[in-house]
């Protein structure tokens, strides 16, 4: 059974920085992209950011580029997304989710976390 557990939301002033990871297990992720995801009060949920688990390849929703990073640490079955210079706008419920890249690639995910809280206020 696949798991996916986020940790690392918190509440952080605009400008500053969290991590996410997000822990997976349950199967092998070879062929597989792991994607984080957000949701805000009374918005849809939306893209983010999505790694390949194997060659690494990275991509970002025009809105965090720059500022947030995703990476991987295949020995701890670990995704990361490193979020800098965050704004207000930043603010919602961040998701990581797993698929086959064929499926990540159309927007859809197979496996879902609980979320994690991420709240940027003054």
């Known amino acids: 059974q696949v798991q996916l557990v986020e940790s690392g939301g918190g509440l952080v002033q605009p400008g500053g920085s969290l991590r996410l990871s997000c822990a997976a297990s349950?199967?092998?992720?070879?062929?597989?992209?792991m994607g984080w995801l957000r949701q805000a009060p009374g918005k849809e949920r939306e893209f983010v950011a999505r790694?390949?688990?194997?060659?690494?390849?990275?991509y970002y929703t025009d809105s965090v580029k720059g500022r947030f990073t995703i990476s991987r640490d295949n020995a701890k079955n670990t995704v990361y997304l490193q979020m800098n210079s965050l704004k207000p706008e930043d603010t919602a419920v961040y998701y990581c989710?797993?698929?086959?890249?064929?499926?990540?690639?159309?927007?859809?995910?197979?496996?879902w976390g609980q979320g994690t809280q991420v709240t940027v206020s003054s």
């Open positions: 989710a797993a698929a086959p890249t064929i499926v990540a690639i159309a927007g859809r995910y197979n496996y």
């Open positions: 349950g199967r092998t992720f070879d062929n597989y992209s």
């Open positions: 790694v390949t688990w194997s060659g690494g390849i990275t």
